[in-house]
């Protein structure tokens, strides 16, 4: 079993920085890539980034794009969103999920086989 704990939210004005960081456990050798995703009140849960978990290869929604930072830290198992220039619609909850297998797509949050608890984002302007 695997499991994902995610750390680090909190409030923040516009314009500053959060490092949200998610610690696998488990078997985490089987999986294939992790993702952030995160949902906003009355919206629907949307991608955020992925990165694979082997070469690291990263993806991001246009929304985050050269603001936000995945990376990923093997020997710890975890996985960090480092956000800058947040605004106020990136308040939302955020997760962390992973994915085992090597196929399917990465934006797909049915895609992906476990999931952290969330923590909460709040931007204020």
């Known amino acids: 079993q695997v499991q994902s704990v995610e750390s680090g939210g909190g409030s923040v004005q516009a314009g500053g920085s959060l490092r949200l960081s998610c610690a696998a456990s488990?078997?985490?050798?089987?999986?294939?890539?992790m993702g952030w995703f995160r949902q906003a009140p009355g919206k629907e849960r949307e991608f955020v980034a992925a990165?694979?978990?082997?070469?690291?290869?990263?993806y991001y929604a246009d929304s985050v794009k050269g603001r936000f930072t995945i990376s990923r830290d093997n020997a710890k198992n975890t996985v960090y969103l480092q956000m800058n220039s947040l605004k106020p619609e990136d308040t939302a909850v955020y997760y962390c999920?992973?994915?085992?297998?090597?196929?399917?797509?990465?934006?797909?949050?049915?895609?992906?086989?476990?999931w952290g608890q969330g923590t909460q984002v709040t931007v204020s302007s």
């Open positions: 999920a992973g994915k085992f297998k090597p196929w399917g797509s990465l934006y797909s949050d049915y895609e992906y086989d476990y």
């Open positions: 488990g078997r985490t050798f089987s999986s294939y890539a």
């Open positions: 990165i694979t978990w082997s070469v690291g290869y990263t």
